[in-house]
């Protein structure tokens, strides 16, 4: 089966704390499966603003599926800053 691949906009949030994360949140409708591996990680490629990689999402206990966003890829954006993004993941 090919990989699906699902586009939206998200706004940056930064988790709180000295080297907190900066994530994007995956609108539900867009949010792979919840099938996933160690961790609850979901495998996917993931572009931001044009900039392509591998990484994982997954979810929190509260139901909301997480975008980690480097600095590498983010640039100059960051907490309430808008993204451009795209998920590409098996189902």
């Known amino acids: 089966m090919p990989p699906v ?14 080297s907190g994360w900066t994530f994007a949140t995956v609108p539900e409708r867009h949010a792979p499966p919840s099938a996933s ?23 929190e206990k509260s139901g909301r599926t997480l975008l980690p966003v480097p600095k590498a890829v983010r640039g100059e954006k960051g907490d309430g800053d808008t993204v451009r993004a795209q998920l590409e993941f098996s189902l």
């Open 5 to 18: 691949t699902t586009r939206f906009t998200a706004t940056l949030w930064r988790y709180p704390g000295q």
């Open 37 to 59: 591996l160690a961790w609850g990680r979901i495998p996917v490629v993931a572009t931001v603003d044009g900039h392509r990689w591998k990484t994982s999402v997954w979810r």
